[in-house]
């Protein structure tokens, strides 16, 4: 995204959307990893004050430790049930190398786990946030 199209984003009403390709296939060559690879992202929003207050991210297929999936029904966001996290990635290639020191080696990874889909939902009403 430009400057100006984030500047625009955060005027209120306004409906934005970025589309990212990226070629899975430099995620498994340990020479051609972007730099951004295995970084955690926050997510703030600036207050009226000034202040950076934490949004808090719904990782739809997250399991937790027993297997259930409390985020999994798409269309419904419970505050009750459902697991919220600070932290998210776009992709993550460190995780799937199995073998000790592989990262070190520059071993390849047997497995990479990516967001395939990441929706940013913004409501001033948490209740009206389910009809989102």
Do not use: W
């Amino acid at each position: 995204m430009t400057y100006n199209d984030v500047v625009r984003m955060r005027r209120f009403g306004v409906v934005t959307r970025a589309v990212c390709e990226f070629d899975l296939n430099n995620l498994i060559d340990p020479q051609n990893l972007p730099d951004t690879a295995n970084y955690f992202f926050e997510l703030y929003i600036l207050d009226s004050q000034g202040q950076l207050q934490d949004v808090p991210v719904r990782i739809s297929n997250y399991r937790d430790e027993s297997g259930d999936q409390p985020n999994f029904d798409f269309d419904h966001l419970d505050f009750e049930t459902n697991k919220l996290f600070r932290r998210f990635f776009i992709f993550d290639t460190v995780s799937g190398i199995s073998d000790t020191g592989g990262y070190l080696d520059e071993k390849k990874p047997k497995v990479v786990n990516f967001a395939k889909n990441i929706k940013l939902t913004v409501a001033l009403d948490p209740l009206k946030a389910e009809a989102i």
